[in-house]
């Protein structure tokens, strides 16, 4: 099967600019997750997607990042404006459900550098 | 709040030596335990978990760990190391959540395999 696809892979701004990921979650897959992965740290939730609605969002910086999922399929996250503090590698992952039997798979992530 | 601790940032064994990552857990009831597996440049790979069955899990390419309740340690170790087990590796604990668990990551531990 194929796996859980990210784009960009690497991407440079400056900090006050905007930008934007992708996620293809691995198909038929219901949950779809947005972790951030600071350097030296474990990934930290950003959000949770059942299908296409939030299932947790309480890590989610509101004020600049934005996720959506339209149709319950791929997902994008937006940073606007970014901060320096928003140079990490943003993982996305998909579960056939939220159940705790159901294992994460994980997407090779984007690596995000703001200047 | 569910928290893990990983003790070591950095591990060093030379090939065929026994494999030992600490990780320690906090949690007001019995949690549901994890090891990843990061490979540079790649997302996280899940290589066992234990969910209240047996405290002695097996997981993927021969890494074990075993639930520990009164010492609240999940080990994860490995009798001999290859070279390609040199990457970073997770603990992360989850709370049984009526389907809906989160997962809480620890900071992570480099194994380098010393030919």
């Known amino acids: 099967e194929a796996g859980v696809a990210q784009s960009p892979r690497y991407k440079i701004i400056e900090k006050r600019q905007s930008v934007a990921f992708w996620c293809n979650p691995i198909s038929g897959h219901a949950t779809l997750y947005w972790y951030q992965q600071i350097l030296g740290q474990g990934p930290k939730l950003l959000i949770q997607f059942q299908n296409n609605g939030v299932v947790d969002d309480s890590q989610l910086p509101k004020d600049r990042f934005s996720a959506e999922r339209l149709k319950g399929v791929d997902s994008t996250l937006k940073i606007q404006p970014a901060k320096l503090e928003d140079s990490a590698v943003y993982l996305c992952?998909?579960?056939?459900?939220?159940?705790?039997?159901?294992?994460?798979?994980f997407g090779n992530g984007t690596r995000l550098t703001v200047t | 709040a569910q928290s893990v601790t990983q003790l070591g940032s950095h591990v060093s064994v030379s090939e065929g030596a026994l494999v030992l990552l600490r990780c320690n857990y906090s949690?007001?009831?019995?949690?549901?335990l994890f090891w990843y597996v990061q490979y540079p440049n790649q997302g996280l790979q899940l290589l066992l978990k234990?969910?209240?069955?047996?405290?002695l899990v097996k997981g993927i390419n021969g890494f074990e760990a075993e639930f520990k309740k009164s010492e609240t340690s999940f080990h994860l170790t490995k009798p001999s190391a290859h070279m390609s087990d040199a990457a970073e590796y997770f603990c992360a604990v989850s709370l049984p959540n009526f389907g809906n668990e989160k997962l809480t990551f620890g900071t992570g531990t480099r194994l380098t395999i010393i030919p």
């Open positions: 949690s007001s009831v019995p949690p549901y």
């Open positions: 234990y969910t209240s069955a047996a405290t």
């Open positions: 992952a998909s579960s056939l459900n939220s159940a705790l039997g159901s294992p994460l798979h």
